[in-house]
């Protein structure tokens, strides 16, 4: 069984940082891919990032220049740094892992964090 934890959301004003983390465990093989998703009242579940494991990154338009994505491939962690944060990005950010044991491939995702910016 996979577990996805993420933590660091909260309460920011327009203009703020914050830094979310994901933290995932268990029996996972080896990770193809990590992201971060979300969700906001009365829409759909959006990609906000993704990380693959060689390295490369995607980013939605709307984050672009703003958030960064990162991740400690030896701790199974992952990271997004969101700067210049705006009322539109308030939403629940979910993590995402797929990840390969042989020729099984799986995915998990975490509960969520809340993020809120408000002034």
């Known amino acids: 069984q996979v577990h996805v934890v993420e933590s660091g959301g909260g309460l920011v004003q327009p203009g703020g940082s914050l830094r979310l983390s994901c933290a995932a465990s268990g029996s996972i093989g080896s990770i193809a891919t990590m992201g971060w998703y979300r969700q906001a009242p009365g829409s759909q579940r959006e990609l906000v990032a993704r990380?693959?494991?060689?390295?490369?990154?995607n980013y939605a338009d709307s984050v672009k220049g703003r958030f960064t994505i990162s991740r400690d491939a030896a701790k199974n962690t992952l990271y997004l740094q969101m700067n210049s944060l705006k009322p539109e990005d308030t939403a629940v950010y979910y993590c995402?892992?797929?990840?390969?044991?042989?020729?099984?491939?799986?995915?998990?995702w975490g509960q969520g964090t809340q993020v809120t910016v408000s002034s």
């Open positions: 990380i693959f494991s060689d390295g490369t990154t």
């Open positions: 995402s892992v797929v990840y390969r044991i042989g020729i099984t491939t799986g995915s998990a």
